[in-house]
């Protein structure tokens, strides 16, 4: 009985996540060709390209609409069980809400297992590898053109600056400067310096000494080839162009090390580090919370469940955004900064779910449900316009979304 349960419930549940998630990938193609359409034609970009570069792209946007698909699905598959009666009939039968739902639970933490993968291993890389591939194909690209690399490397006190191919073993025309006390105490030039086995090896070049005041200290060595003792590597230079979002945990983890823990750039990196072991877990709060409010839906069809799953995407996402910035500014730890959201929304949802297994819904949605969420988010919009006020978007949006929550919490159920 409870397997036959739990292949119908899970059935309910992918469909309509399956639709979402086409639904969401087809928007943000048809959006993507329509901001830079004009650019592609330009460029004579041909189709078999485009379509490798939304391949390349697929773990990217996989990353950002999973989560909202999830809440979606599942908002709309509960409450049209709980509509049609399906949920009461269950629990009339003895099957608790704990038991329903364990289906959702476990789907969810498969997806966090998911977006951890994705995110990790494929997402850093797509957004990298689909502009070389448009670029690799422009008319206005050099393939064979040098960029300018410019690295500091805070704990060692190293900085590189020469020309190189991105993401290459080589560089050209370098020149490193190791410092001491923010003094120039060494300047080493070379026409090359390639990356071999794991060391530097610098060639046709010159080493030009100075004391503690920056004066020069004996004459200029030259030399044809020499290995340095760099710690640094190219990934690092790589890395060094990159923001946060691009970068695994791994690479970020590395790239955090050439900062000092006491300053502000450490501290923002390491409010990013935990956030990508934190987002994942989005999978299982947006469960928690959605399957409470989605079996106290009696009405409203599909245009409530989208109403609903909005509503609560955008709390839920204003929340994550908020307290990033201020664990970004020092104002919060990292890690609080990082799993505040998904800590506050779980709880939410486990206590609501831990009441839906005494309590039922006594009346359905009202207009008086949605206006003020409604307004709020309309003075939001008048407010940014005016004042550009992003922290005043985001304290009205979470006020609304928390009188919204609290509004249906209460005066809305009664005990069985």
């Given at each position: 009985m409870t397997k036959i349960l739990d292949r119908y419930l899970i059935r309910e549940f992918i469909i309509p996540l399956g639709y979402c998630v086409a639904a969401f990938l087809l928007v943000y193609v048809i959006y993507d060709l329509s901001a830079h359409l004009d650019n592609y034609i330009e460029e004579q970009i041909p189709l078999s390209m485009l379509v490798n570069y939304y391949r390349i792209q697929l773990p990217l946007v996989l990353v950002n609409v999973i989560p909202l698909s999830i809440l979606l699905a599942t908002i709309y598959c509960l409450g049209s069980l709980s509509r049609h009666n399906e949920i009461t009939a269950m629990r009339a039968n003895g099957i608790s809400m704990y038991r329903i739902t364990r289906p959702f639970l476990i789907l969810g933490v498969l997806f966090t297992a998911l977006l951890f993968y994705l995110n990790d291993n494929f997402a850093p890389e797509a957004y990298d590898k689909s502009e070389k591939l448009i670029e690799e194909h422009s008319r206005k690209k050099d393939e064979h053109k040098l960029q300018p690399i410019a690295f500091y490397n805070p704990l060692g006190e190293r900085a590189w600056a020469g020309r190189w191919k991105a993401g290459g073993q080589t560089l050209y025309e370098?020149?490193?400067?190791?410092?001491?006390?923010?003094?120039?105490?060494?300047?080493?030039?070379?026409?090359?310096?390639?990356?071999?086995?794991?060391?530097?090896?610098?060639?046709?070049?010159?080493?030009?000494?100075?004391?503690?005041?920056?004066?020069?200290?004996?004459?200029?060595?030259?030399?044809?080839?020499?290995?340095?003792?760099?710690?640094?590597?190219?990934?690092?230079?790589?890395?060094?162009?990159?923001?946060?979002?691009?970068?695994?945990?791994?690479?970020?983890?590395?790239?955090?090390?050439?900062?000092?823990?006491?300053?502000?750039?450490?501290?923002?990196?390491?409010?990013?580090?935990?956030?990508?072991?934190?987002?994942?877990?989005?999978?299982?709060?947006?469960?928690?919370?959605?399957?409470?409010?989605?079996?106290?839906?009696?009405?409203?069809?599909?245009?409530?469940?989208?109403?609903?799953?909005?509503?609560?995407?955008?709390?839920?996402?204003?929340?994550?955004?908020?307290?990033?910035?201020?664990?970004?500014?020092?104002?919060?730890?990292?890690?609080?900064?990082?799993?505040?959201?998904?800590?506050?929304?779980?709880?939410?949802?486990?206590?609501?779910?831990?009441?839906?297994?005494?309590?039922?819904?006594?009346?359905?949605?009202?207009?008086?449900?949605?206006?003020?969420?409604?307004?709020?988010?309309?003075?939001?919009?008048?407010?940014?316009?005016?004042?550009?006020?992003?922290?005043?978007?985001?304290?009205?949006?979470?006020?609304?979304?928390?009188?919204?929550?609290?509004?249906?919490?209460?005066?809305?159920?009664?005990?069985?």
């Open positions: 370098v020149s490193i400067r190791n410092l001491q006390n923010r003094q120039v105490i060494e300047k080493i030039t070379a026409a090359r310096a390639s990356f071999l086995d794991g060391e530097w090896w610098l060639f046709d070049g010159t080493i030009q000494r100075y004391d503690s005041r920056g004066r020069i200290r004996g004459t200029e060595e030259e030399f044809s080839k020499r290995r340095f003792a760099f710690n640094e590597k190219p990934d690092d230079f790589l890395s060094s162009q990159k923001d946060s979002v691009s970068m695994s945990y791994s690479e970020l983890s590395r790239n955090m090390a050439f900062y000092p823990p006491d300053s502000d750039i450490y501290g923002r990196k390491l409010v990013d580090l935990r956030y990508k072991i934190a987002f994942p877990f989005v999978g299982i709060t947006i469960v928690l919370i959605s399957i409470p409010l989605a079996v106290g839906t009696s009405r409203g069809g599909a245009a409530g469940s989208v109403g609903m799953s909005i509503a609560l995407f955008m709390s839920y996402y204003t929340f994550l955004m908020l307290s990033l910035t201020l664990g970004r500014r020092g104002t919060l730890p990292p890690w609080a900064a990082a799993w505040l959201a998904n800590i506050v929304f779980s709880g939410i949802g486990v206590i609501l779910l831990y009441r839906s297994q005494h309590m039922m819904e006594k009346k359905i949605f009202t207009r008086a449900d949605w206006m003020p969420l409604i307004i709020a988010l309309a003075a939001a919009a008048i407010i940014s316009r005016w004042v550009g006020g992003v922290g005043a978007i985001s304290f009205i949006a979470i006020t609304a979304g928390s009188y919204w929550i609290v509004r249906r919490l209460t005066g809305r159920i009664r005990v069985v």
